[in-house]
């Protein structure tokens, strides 16, 4: 082990997962001294395992602001891709052209349709309920095998992994900014002001801290005394081969990639930090979408991965300062509020405060029975 050394920056942020490398992407853009630490592929990563959806249909039922937020955030996009893009040579692969959410039966249908008119009146996203024969026009080859989907045109898709590597680009092109390979032991107040970050290679002081290392927030926020109700919630994805250009929109369930593979998902198991992959959930994902798409039948499985989802009783995020200059920064969509993350997070955490518009999404929001169901070990 090399020997410990000390060095002062203004903001550490902790994890470089699509969130911490956003908000540190954000930091560094409004002209502030990052540090971002990441442990790297070792630990769990949602980043590397999700499905790359834009979404804002959906979001927001069960927390009132997280509607207006979404779609705040998706709207975002446009001009975040472009400007990543611009700095980094990365192309995220963006197309925002709507999505589909689709309903099996006429009772989830109708359930659904409830769910987007509530989310409507509180975020304005309008939505229209489609039949098969309308859906078609969007996606040809689907099935009139079900009952119909719920479809926005502000919904979309992108390419996380270039996302993440593009973030990593941008941050490691201003020296010292990254720092990979970096887990994080402990953090600990300073008496003057500010933390101390521990690696096991070296000590670094900050002004402020950011948590934002997904699950491995849950031991990095018990360094200052504070109980995460977030929980792992395991998601799996299947990839086919490639195949020629049909689907010119996702829908939840299949989104096809512009290098033509289809991407198949994706279950929802709490089945704490387990991240195999399982036979009976492939076949049961593969079943779904050939109903769907029936020529997918015959187009072969190359590939399948788990994931581990970091979620919070409300499925929505969490932003707030758990102690003075010591900020935390969660969310089950890192890759929807990837562009609001870099843009009003970090610019909350550049100003110092979470703002009161944001109290909404405070760890207050959660009461005694959903930490002790979420605040897992
Ligand atoms: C199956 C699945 C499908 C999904 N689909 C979508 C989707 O379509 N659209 C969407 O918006 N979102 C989706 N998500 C969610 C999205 O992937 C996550 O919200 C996002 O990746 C969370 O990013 P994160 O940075 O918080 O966490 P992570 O990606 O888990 O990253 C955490 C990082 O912190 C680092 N770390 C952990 N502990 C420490 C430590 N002590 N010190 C230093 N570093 C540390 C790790 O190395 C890691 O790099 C999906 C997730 C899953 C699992």
Redesign the pocket.
């Known amino acids: 082990m090399s020997a410990r050394s000390r060095s002062g920056v203004e903001f550490g942020v902790?994890?470089?997962?699509?969130?911490?490398?956003a908000v540190a992407y954000g930091l560094m853009r409004k002209g502030r001294q990052v540090a971002l630490?990441?442990?790297?592929?070792?630990?769990?990563?949602?980043?590397?395992?999700?499905?790359?959806?834009?979404?804002a249909q959906g979001k927001g039922d069960k927390l009132e602001d997280y509607a207006p937020w979404a779609r705040e955030g998706a709207a975002m996009w446009g001009d975040f891709a472009k400007e990543l893009t611009a700095s980094t040579g990365v192309d995220l692969e963006l197309e925002q052209r709507g999505g589909f959410v689709f309903c099996a039966d006429e009772v989830a249908l109708q359930a659904r349709a409830e769910i987007m008119e509530r989310l409507y009146k509180r975020s304005g996203l309008q939505f229209e309920v489609m039949r098969p024969a309308q859906i078609a026009r969007f996606m040809p080859g689907v099935s009139a095998n079900f009952a119909g989907a719920t479809y926005t045109d502000e919904d979309g898709?992108a390419n996380?992994l270039k996302l993440l590597r593009a973030f990593h680009a941008a941050l490691a092109a201003n020296e010292g900014s990254l720092r990979r390979g970096?887990?994080?032991?402990r953090i600990e107040p300073l008496s003057g002001g500010g933390y101390r970050i521990a690696?096991a290679e070296s000590t670094v002081e900050c002004g402020s801290v950011v948590l934002?290392?997904?699950?491995?927030?849950i031991?990095?926020a018990k360094c200052l005394g504070v109980t995460l109700p977030i929980k792992p919630?395991?998601?799996?994805?299947l990839v086919t081969e490639r195949y020629e250009k049909v689907l010119s929109v996702p829908s939840e369930n299949v989104r096809q990639t512009q290098d033509g593979t289809f991407l198949l998902?994706?279950?929802w198991e709490d089945v704490g930090y387990d991240t195999s992959t399982t036979f009976d959930v492939t076949r049961d994902i593969a079943a779904l979408v050939v109903r769907y798409f029936p020529f997918l039948e015959k187009v072969r499985l190359v590939r399948s991965w788990?994931?581990?989802?970091?979620l919070a009783p409300d499925n929505a995020p969490i932003y707030d300062e758990i102690a003075p200059g010591a900020f935390l920064?969660?969310?089950?969509?890192?890759?929807?509020?990837?562009a609001i993350h870099a843009d009003r997070v970090a610019g909350w955490i550049s100003a110092g405060s979470i703002p009161k518009e944001a109290a909404a999404f405070s760890l207050n929001r959660f009461t005694e029975a959903d930490r002790r169901e979420y605040a897992v070990g």
């Open positions: 902790i994890g470089g997962g699509l969130v911490g490398a630490f990441d442990e790297g592929d070792v630990a769990f990563r949602a980043s590397r395992g999700n499905f790359g959806l834009v979404w898709h996380p970096a887990r994080v032991d690696t934002a290392a997904g699950l491995g927030n031991l990095l919630m395991r998601g799996q994805i998902g994706g279950s788990s994931a581990l989802r970091i920064v969660t969310c089950h969509s890192g890759v929807s509020l990837a």
